[in-house]
């Protein structure tokens, strides 16, 4: 059975930085493409960030054009968790954000779209005050 468990979601301040994690049990986070994505009230889910399972390092982690440069989405395989730092948060970030593993055949061109994941996670709310 594959569990995650979303974590660290708060109310912070525009400017602030945060990080969220999700523990995952019944898939090893190594072997597997895993993602965030957020929810805002009133919008659909989008694509925030990716790992594919096939890459060494988190340098070729995929993100959302806005949230490049200010988010890094990372992987510990010996806790089997992944995480999202963000920094230079803005209140257009304010979102439920799920972590998600992606469907064992995933294609490029589903990483970033909701539908190459299987699994999610309950979400953390995330809050950026203005």
């Known amino acids: 059975q594959v569990q995650l468990v979303e974590s660290g979601g708060r109310l912070v301040q525009v400017g602030d930085s945060l990080r969220v994690s999700c523990a995952v049990s019944?898939?090893?986070?190594?072997?597997?493409?895993m993602g965030w994505f957020r929810q805002a009230p009133g919008k659909e889910r989008e694509f925030v960030a990716a790992?594919?399972?096939?890459?060494?390092?988190?340098?070729?982690?995929d993100y959302a054009d806005s949230v490049k440069g200010r988010f890094t989405m990372s992987r510990d395989n010996a806790k089997n968790t992944v995480s999202l730092q963000m920094n230079s948060l803005k209140p257009e970030d304010t979102a439920v954000y799920y972590c998600a593993t992606g469907r064992s055949l995933i294609t490029t061109s589903q990483v970033m779209g909701p539908r190459g994941y299987d699994y999610w996670g309950q979400g953390t709310q995330v809050t950026v005050s203005s």
């Open positions: 019944g898939r090893t986070v190594s072997s597997t493409t």
């Open positions: 790992i594919r399972w096939n890459v060494p390092t988190t340098y070729y982690a």
